[in-house]
């Protein structure tokens, strides 16, 4: 049978006018009546609040003000449309009402993740940046296991190079390489006697009790997360009400920076080319690129899954509302 839904709230006038309407209706016309209170569910509250009375009768909505020909006309091309397609036995049009009237415990389960979705991106950042950090604080107590099980893990997800990594309980946070040209302090070469960079080595290298331990993630990589993670938190704040970045604001100040900053030092790996073609970024540059890419990156996408997760919130807020009602 049809199903006519309407959505309206106590005292709108309109709103009663129109469920009169359909209840003299019902008696011509064979459809079922669900009438929806938007003020007992915030997201129906705002997605209808400025437009009820919402009639919806099959794939067709009214709104606002709706006389009786309207009405009319709509319930029967409603059900004139259901009759044809289950006389021509569509199952999956069968399927899609049937769905559309159930409220399933997978659908709670898409309900509740469409709500926290953003606390758990939030957490999971929070874990990926600050598990690293556990790495030297392990070595630096003399735990070595669960240090090295956290260098096992991060290896595959960060190249771990010594020399363009944070270290912790030593003289110096980092120590980089020569070509890099920060004076001042001991660098890569310094501190392992070699003038020749060993990339294996550089990775291997975790530090001692002088120089400090090394964090799990490079420079680049805390960057990025950790900037991720502090826009989930801002856009927790703001109530996820914070709009997308253009994507071309992302493309140049997000991508652009550390890209340059990044491929330009890949020649810088290999000891054969010329000097004047070798080049190394700084911990300070690679913050910088890192930060804003991450930040711009989370700006960019976060509200966008919102958006999407905003429109399966409304979906599946109307059938839970539909249920109820049903069961009434």
Known sequence: MTTVIVYSRAGCEPCKKTIELLENLKKEYSFDLVRIDIDSNKELSKKYGKEIPVVKIGPYTLNGIIDESKLIVTIKAAIDRDHQLIEVGDKEYQKRISSGRSFTSFDRFSLKLSKFYIWIISFFLMLYVGLPFLAPVFLNNGAELPAKIIYTIYKPLCHQLAFRSWFIFG?????????????????????????????????????????????????????????????????IISGRRIKPLPWYIWIFIGLVPIAIDGISQLPGLASSLPSWFLRESTPLLRTITGTLFGFTTAWYLFPLIEESMNDTRIVLEEKRAYQEQKMI
């Not at 003289?171 to 990339?199: M, V, W």
């Not at 550089?202 to 960057?223: H, P």
């Open 171 to 235: 003289e110096q946070p980092f120590y980089p390489r020569e070509l890099a040209g920060i004076e001042g302090i001991l660098s890569y070469e310094d501190i392992t006697n070699s003038s020749e960079i060993n990339i294996r080595e550089a990775q291997k290298f975790n530090g001692n009790d002088t120089l400090g331990y090394k964090v799990a993630l490079c420079e680049r990589d805390i960057a990025i997360y950790a900037s991720m993670l502090l826009f989930s938190i801002a856009f």
